[in-house]
Each structure stands twice: as C-alpha cells, then as structure tokens.
C-alpha cells in the first residue's frame, strides 16, 4: 500500500458503523425505505452510527434537487442520520488515490472494449495489451483470486468466483468518472463502515468489492443483504420501473415493517416516533427472511 494514505473519517475500534446510500435519481420509492429502515434498525439497536452518503457520481442520471427530496422523505420517517451527508462528487481525491495505488501494483490495465464486446463476463482480452487500433475506452481491475468466500448476515454463506462472474471489471472510465465498484469500496473503508446493509441486488457486487478492500490493504467489511420489493410483473422497484414514490406516514413505515418480516408494535402505537423507538428495541436481523 503506497504510504502518505488520505485522511481517514474510521470510527472507533469495536464500534458498528452503517449507511445508507441512495442516488439522487428520483424521490425515495417503497425498495429505497426498506433498505434504509433495514439499515437503519440494524445500526441503531446495536448502539451504533446510521450515516447517509449521497453517491452522485452518475451525473447523467441525476436529478436536481432529488437528494433534497430524499433526506426529507428520511427524517418524515424518523430516520435521522449521524454526522454530515457526504456527497460522492466531492471525494475525488480518495478515489483517485487509491485507483493509482491500485495502478502500481499492477492491478488495473486499460480496456478498449464497448459494453457489448465486454459482454455479461469480461473475458480479459486487453490484459495484454489493447491492440487492434484500439482506443483506451475504459481501466479494469485484473482479477487473480479464485473463490471469494463470506458470511452474510442474512443470506448465509456465500462463495462466488469473480472471474466467472463479472470477469475483470471497470474501476475507471477512460473520460473522467470513478466507476461505482471502487468508489463505494473506497468510501466505506475512509468512512469507518463496519456493517453494511442493503438490497441483495448488490449481492453480486460485494465478491468484487471485497477484492478490491483486499488489495488496498482495508479491512474486510460485514455484509447483511436484504430482500428487494419487486412490483406486480416482477420487477424490482426503481426509477426505472418507475416505482412511485413514498410520502412519509405510518402505515407506509409499517409495510416496510412487515415486508422485512420485522415485529410490528401494539396497534396504539401508531405514531412514526413510537413505531422507529419499538423497531429498534425489538429488531432481529435474523427474523428478516432471505426472500
């Protein structure tokens, strides 16, 4: 690890640390509240921090004034966060250092493939060299390790090999940007993350970034993936599905109760303060169902 590291923001040893981390792409929608509440209830009843991290790097897909919107759709849920809201896009020192910390190890090449020549799982065809007349298009971490293997709070034990999954993927665009895989990986070491927890549709990414926690010399961080809403065809909800947005109230706050699986308060408890102060008081991470 190349010495003279940038400032750290690491909480105390033994202490629980968590995030939330939305995009600014759109309002808070029913998928978002469940990963922010499991988050939330699973930081707070172990006597830890709940951080909130806007991660804006996709300047395209943001959506002006759509974090505003978010922080408070959180705090009409009683969803206060710990310290101050960091925002990806002012962070760019970090990232850059630690991908030319990655560069001399000789662990990132240049690609000059297209999304569709990369395919679902990069083959590694530019690892020597790009050739062909081809332009520098993107960077990739190159994948040496085999089985990556770690205890998930929720789902059990996971094993995947990388190479087989995602192949070697992009850290970098070749035009500027810091690609999502090392940017969150980056941020949850200098941000002191000690559990993270979140939809398991970023289950496939953790493999990935635990390489990368590896080779940067960062502890490894625990994991906790929750189940994800889908709408009626299926689908996860998102912005592109185009899932509505919540308002804040307590009816809502319990369905996000009840879809985690998580206990419900006595019916006059119908308050957004008394439902958040009973969840976290009789919160079980392993009441929450894989599905």
């Known amino acids: 690890m190349v010495q003279d590291e940038p400032y750290l923001e690491t909480a105390p040893p033994e202490f629980y640390r968590g995030r939330f981390a939305p ?9 978002s509240l469940v990963s922010a509440l499991g988050s939330y209830l699973d930081a707070k009843s172990l006597g830890g921090e709940w951080l909130v991290r806007i991660e804006d790097l996709d300047q395209d897909r943001n959506q002006p004034g759509a ?5 408070r759709c959180l705090e009409g849920f009683g969803l206060w966060w710990d310290g101050e809201v960091v925002y990806q896009t002012h962070r760019q020192e970090l990232y850059e250092f630690a991908f030319e910390s990655l560069r001399q190890m000789g662990l990132v090449y240049p690609c000059g493939c297209t999304r569709s020549e990369a395919a679902s799982t990069y083959s ?8 062909n007349g081809k332009k520098e298009r993107s960077f990739r971490y190159k994948i040496n390790e085999s089985i990556v293997i770690f205890n998930d709070f929720i789902q059990g034990k996971i094993s995947q090999d990388p190479a087989f999954g995602s192949g070697d993927f992009v850290v970098k665009r070749a035009d500027g940007p810091f690609a999502y895989q090392l ?4 941020d949850d070491y200098h941000q002191g993350m000690t559990r993270i927890v979140r939809g398991v549709d970023l ?3 953790t493999p990935r970034q635990i390489l990368l926690q590896r080779s940067l010399g960062y502890p490894q961080i625990q994991y906790a993936h929750l189940p994800i809403a889908r709408n009626a065809n299926g689908e996860k909800l998102s912005k592109q599905t185009r899932a509505p947005a919540v308002m804040p ?3 809502t706050l319990l369905a996000a109760l009840e879809f985690l699986g998580l206990e419900s308060p006595p ?4 308050n957004i303060t008394e439902i958040i102060k009973f969840s976290i008081q009789h919160f079980d991470v392993k009441r929450i169902s894989k599905k």
């Open 23 to 31: 995009s600014p792409t759109g309002p808070l929608h029913f998928g």
């Open 67 to 71: 974090d505003s919107e978010i922080l």
């Open 124 to 131: 590694g065809r530019c690892r020597a060299g790009l050739g």
């Open 183 to 186: 940017a969150v990986v980056v």
């Open 203 to 205: 289950m496939e990414s």
């Open 249 to 251: 109230n307590p009816d």
């Open 267 to 270: 019916a006059e408890e119908k």
